[in-house]
């Protein structure tokens, strides 16, 4: 600025200088004011922003540990399963032994009836 208008400036009157002073102070709001709303809006995309890359973090984590999980139990598993297997064998063989061992059972109390009646028979 050229020292002319700068001393114009200067020479203002307290009512213009009052004047000027709330306009800037009202011009200073209203930038601020925006500022604000622009640092919020920014905030909230920001926010998003990591709450969606900590969505995609989280997802990525639970497919490895499932991974991994399956990796550790499969092993387990199929040792649970064949044991598994063995005592349904041996269940299975039991009910089999249980019915054969009644089947005997029957046969000895028959023979035991069949005996008794032979040696009680009088020989001829």
Do not use: Y
């Amino acid at each position: 600025m050229p020292k002319s208008q700068s001393k114009k400036t200067q020479n203002l009157s307290p009512v213009t200088e009052a004047r000027l002073e709330k306009l800037l102070s009202e011009q200073t709001f209203v930038i601020l004011k925006a500022t604000d709303q622009k640092i919020d809006g920014v905030k909230k995309d920001m926010e998003q922003l990591l709450a969606d890359q900590a969505n995609v973090i989280l997802e990525a984590v639970d497919e490895q540990m499932e991974k991994k999980m399956d990796q550790k139990l499969d092993p387990v598993i199929n040792k649970l399963n064949a044991i598994l297997g063995e005592v349904q064998k041996d269940r299975e063989e039991d009910v089999i032994g249980a019915e054969q061992l009644r089947r005997h059972e029957d046969q000895l109390q028959d023979h035991a009836v069949r005996i008794k009646k032979l040696e009680v028979r009088p020989r001829t």
